[in-house]
């Protein structure tokens, strides 16, 4: 993948994390709500690994 297309995702999941997070109850939370969390959390540092590789492979490349 390009740079862009993984910061376009890295922004995706970021903002899916960020409506996980809001629709998240005070209180009890709901199994499913507790897995939409997670994997939201799960995607988002997917992406940001993802996106440190590609930075890292543009460096060695010089």
């Given at each position: 993948?390009?740079?862009?297309?993984?910061?376009?995702?890295?922004?995706?999941?970021?903002?899916?994390?960020?409506?996980a997070?809001?629709?998240?109850?005070?209180?009890?939370?709901?199994?499913?709500?507790?897995?939409?969390?997670?994997?939201?959390?799960?995607?988002?540092?997917?992406?940001?690994?993802?996106?440190?590789?590609?930075?890292?492979?543009?460096?060695?490349?010089?």
């Open positions: 993948m390009d740079r862009q297309t993984l910061l376009a995702r890295r922004e995706q999941c970021a903002q899916e994390l960020a409506e997070r809001a629709a998240m109850p005070f209180h009890s939370a709901r199994p499913w709500q507790l897995e939409r969390l997670e994997r939201a959390e799960e995607e988002l540092a997917e992406a940001e690994r993802l996106l440190a590789q590609c930075a890292q492979e543009a460096s060695d490349a010089k």
